[in-house]
Nanobody, 124 residues
Framework: QLRLVESGGGLVQAGGSLTLSCAAS????????MAWFRQAPGKEREFVAA????????DYAGSVKGRFTISRDNAKNTMYLQMNSLKPEDTAVYYC?????????????????WGQGTQVTVSL
């Protein structure tokens, strides 16, 4: 069983930055494509960014492209999401997710493992 634990969320002013981390344990981390999703109150969970097993391939939602950067350190079993120029509409619970031995995907149903989420709140 792959266990995922997010951290790094918090309260930040619009225009500020945060870096989220997702620490993995229990399985070989570099066998998994990884992704970040987010869910705002009253809204469905949405794709944010994804990264392939080696880190060579990435994908971003249009709403965050150019502001967010996804990365991973396979030696540390950790994935990151650097978030810059944050906007109030980025406020959500952010989840990391993993899918084993497949390419990256934007669809939450393709991911088998999920973290518990970390809250990001962006104020005006």
């Amino acid at each position: 069983q792959l266990r995922l634990v997010e951290s790094g969320g918090g309260l930040v002013q619009a225009g500020g930055s945060l870096t989220l981390s997702c620490a993995a344990s229990g399985r070989t981390f570099n066998n998994y494509a990884m992704a970040w999703f987010r869910q705002a109150p009253g809204k469905e969970r949405e794709f944010v960014a994804a990264i392939g097993q080696s880190g060579a391939s990435t994908d971003y939602a249009g709403s965050v492209k150019g502001r967010f950067t996804i990365s991973r350190d396979n030696a540390k079993n950790t994935m990151y999401l650097q978030m810059n120029s944050l906007k109030p509409e980025d406020t959500a619970v952010y989840y990391c997710a993993a899918r084993r031995l497949y390419s990256i995907s934007r669809y939450s149903n393709d991911y088998n493992y999920w973290g518990q989420g970390t809250q990001v709140t962006v104020s005006l």
